[in-house]
């Protein structure tokens, strides 16, 4: 038996370590441990609610828009609070433009090194890479001259000796095994979804003043006046500036990223084998499309590893997800009055008790989320499966539309099975990446409509009463369910808590021992070399872990934290 840490693990940010015990030549047993304290919980208390969502939204750089929304959401819920059509719609636009994004992101630069060996594409042929891309779609990004411009200037990299990006890869490794050929079409790629996610930012900039962390946001709708006569406003042409930016994404999602998950995930279809772990997946619905959140254009629910058990989950009143939702921290760095064994998130408590890493007792600043007392996976594949359950017409069609390009490279038939995986997770992504660029066309038109209809209104004054008020928001985001709930006495936060992905994800052990999705999933994962341990970065890499939303920093006295110099 070997033990393996790599601690950071991720390739966005750190604070996240995993521990594996390695026994003839398979993980038999894993840990995922947080390495920072979240404490944005004690940040806010006392605070207005108004002015929540800009805090929270500072708990990460990448997942920002996220927690702006989720949080004004829940002080919504709290109040009754309608918001606008209008409203509803550009929040939508914002979250769908962030959530392409980030699906691009994550497959191209935060995974696929796992599976695309750089140097391997240095001896690709342009010519043949190219006619391997026009086999699998006509994306205009695939002609020789641009693949060949790829390969120089790889070249070129490995030559001045500065890989930038490529420098810490697995090259060479016996788990990779893609054509010269795929691999050089993959790296043309990944460098193009550099170009292709900026554009999905550009709309969310536009719509929401900046980003990351966008401004525009209000307890009772957005900021963005709309008047057809003032150029100030969100005028017309602003929106079919967006338009035209929506259009770009298009072509690369639909004809360069579902081709290259199909034919990765293909080639690599031993990995359907490995990482499922969790099998009890939930999601929440989306995109609301009334004022009350009780009409939602992408569906949500609790798949418990069936999917003829599918449970939908409704309206932002929903009492089965309210209810169910618990934290525990029997292993994780904080206490909780009385010993209790797991807290309703009403009633959470952000209490830490550092005691070092332990590995039958603490080990971890990130809680354990249950839902009606069981672990949970969260993500695109807990959210397709739901919208697939649920029968979502764009969902089915674009996965299966994937599975069948994977099938046909594969030579042999993809069962929806293999979805409980490691490549399915990242099909899954992508799958879900088609669907809300289909969904943000569908926003577009709907704001659109609405305008034209006279309906100018983004806000809706809040009015907090005397007493307390409870109330919790949700939203699918890119990395899965993610929740606030706020305890609101006379005005004020009396508590406030954010159930967030790699919660529910990276959580280590709950009350009962169960492990989390990130552990249960590396068990049997094959390691072909314990000090070069690819495999485990490509089963958590699959996940898109974004620790910083589970796990924040503070010092006590002031003082720095890290210092940078530039040389």
Known sequence: MSRITIDPITRIEGHLRIDCEVTEGKVAKAWSSGTMWRGIEVILKDRDPRDAWVFTQRICGVCTTVHAVTSVRAVENALGLEVPLNAQFIRNMIITAHGIHDHIVHFYHLAALDWVDIVSALKGDPEAAAKIGASLSDYAGNSVPEIRAVRDKLTKFVESGQLGPYASGYWGHPAMKLPPEINLLAATHYLQALEVQRVANQIVTILGAKSPHIQNLAVGGVANPINPESQSTLTIERLFAVKTLIDKLGDFIHNAMMTDTAAVGALYADWTQYGAGVTNYLSVPDLPLDTKGTVFELPGGHVPGDLNAFKPITSYQDAYFRDGVKEAVKHSWYDYTGNAGALHPFDGETTPNYTDFQEDGKYSWVKAPTFYDERAQVGPLANVLAMYAAGHEPTKRHLTKLIEVASSVAGSPIPLAALHSTVGRIAARTVRCAVLHEALQNQWQLLLDNISKGDFDTFNRPVFPKGEVRGFGYHEAPRGVLSHWVVIKDGKIDNYQCVVPSTWNAGPRDQND??????????????????????????????????ACAVHLVDEDREPIVSVKAM
């Open 514 to 547: 169960a492990p989390g999705p990130y552990e249960a999933s590396l068990v049997d994962n094959p390691v072909a070399d314990p000090t070069l341990p690819l495999e485990v970065l490509r089963t958590v890499h699959s996940f898109d872990p974004c620790l």
